[in-house]
């Protein structure tokens, strides 16, 4: 049985393939220089009945908080039934928002120092297991992007509360089971500020990382389920296949 995160670090949407753009590198490095913590925020494309207000209960969390957030908006009302069309403009953005359509997660969270999201496998996987990037100047950048970074989840549905349930439990961020103001700006808070917190979610992105698996991209993983398949059809005979002979 394989168990553990598996991560396709040569996808073609990863970090490899992506450039920054300057304005985000600006926005990262001005935080630095006002000492201000970096932050990540981003629900997924989940449907909430009024984004308007859970957009403005972010941004004044973000403010409350202090930190400099990465915000990606993809939450919406779009199959909220009888919701009429929305003609108000967007809510304004204050200097401390960098706002974002979509960001390779493999790049982003080794340079920032916490991470907000949903609640996702994939994604809670990327906020936990960190390492700081070597292509990036690490004059812009903190330490807490050196291993695994604190991480926020606002679970929806789904496995997304058993996800928001270990990262409390496990003391390397918090569950924010109810979205308001005071409740996220005080987790905001908590994962930039907190050493107990943050040193405890770097040992975590540090075991991650030292177990990955051997079978790391999808022509590695294929052949192991093939090599798997030979060896379940011919249970008297023991396969001399393996996996890395297969991946050849």
């Known amino acids: 049985m394989l168990t553990g995160y598996w991560f396709l670090d040569d996808a073609d949407v990863s970090s490899k393939k992506w450039e920054p ?21 981003g629900f997924g494309s989940i449907v909430v009945p009024d ?4 957009t403005r209960c972010v941004i004044d969390a973000i403010v409350q908080s202090g930190v400099y957030a990465i915000m990606s908006k993809g939450w919406s009302d779009r199959l ?46 990327a906020s936990l297991r960190g390492e700081r990037s070597e292509q990036w100047s ?14 926020i989840i606002k679970p929806f549905f789904g496995d997304q509360f058993f996800w928001a349930d270990r990262v409390e439990a496990l003391g390397i961020g918090a569950a924010v089971r109810k979205l308001t103001v005071e409740t996220l700006a005080e987790a905001l808070r908590e994962a930039t500020t907190n050493p107990k917190l943050i040193e405890r979610a770097k040992l975590v992105g540090e075991q991650i990382r030292a177990v990955r698996p051997a079978v790391s991209s999808l022509p590695h993983l294929l052949a192991h389920y093939l090599c798997r398949r030979m060896a379940l059809q011919q249970p008297s005979r023991p396969s001399t296949a393996t996996w890395s002979t297969l991946a050849r």
């Open 21 to 41: 753009p300057q304005d985000l590198l600006d926005f990262m490095a001005d935080a630095r220089k006002a000492n201000k913590k970096v932050v990540y925020i």
């Open 51 to 54: 984004p308007k207000a859970m």
């Open 80 to 125: 909220v039934k009888n919701q009429p069309a929305s003609t108000e403009p967007e809510e304004p953005l204050p200097k401390q928002i960098y706002p974002i359509s979509s960001i390779p997660h493999d790049w982003l969270f080794k340079q920032i120092d916490a991470a907000c999201h949903h609640g996702g496998a994939g994604t809670t996987g």
């Open 138 to 151: 690490v004059d812009v950048y903190s330490d807490a992007g050196i291993a695994g970074i604190p991480t």
